[in-house]
Nanobody, 114 residues
Framework: QVQLVESGGGLVQPGGSLRLFCAAF????????MGWFRQAPGKQRERVAT???????GYADSVKGRFTISRDNTKNTVYLQMNSLKPEDADIYYC????????WGQGTQVTVSS
């Protein structure tokens, strides 16, 4: 079992950058597939980026070239570097861990506005 705590969200102007953090509390962090998802009110949660235990990454088309997911297994932390942010990137971002089941954090708000 793992508990996830996100941080790093906030308000940023279009074109700006933010870095999200997800701290995982539990064992065997390195074996989990870690990911970031986002969800707007009234919409389905969508995958933003994932990183497997061996470092293989996947991105939504809408964020390719702008967002980068990374993880530090020594710190039980996964990151999402978001550059060139657009107003449509504004959402609540959730950290996800998957092994035999999904685990979710509480979410962190990202607002992109001038």
């Amino acid at each position: 079992q793992v508990q996830l705590v996100e941080s790093g969200g906030g308000l940023v102007q279009p074109g700006g950058s933010l870095r999200l953090f997800c701290a995982a509390f539990g064992s065997s962090f390195s074996f989990y597939v870690m990911g970031w998802f986002r969800q707007a009110p009234g919409k389905q949660r969508e995958r933003v980026a994932t990183m497997g235990s061996r470092g293989i990454t996947g991105y939504a088309d809408s964020v390719k070239g702008r967002f980068t997911i990374s993880r530090d297994n020594t710190k039980n932390t996964v990151y999402l570097q978001m550059n060139s942010l657009k107003p449509e990137d504004a959402d609540i971002y959730y950290c996800n861990a998957y092994r035999d089941q999904n685990y979710w954090g509480q979410g962190t708000q990202v607002t992109v506005s001038s």
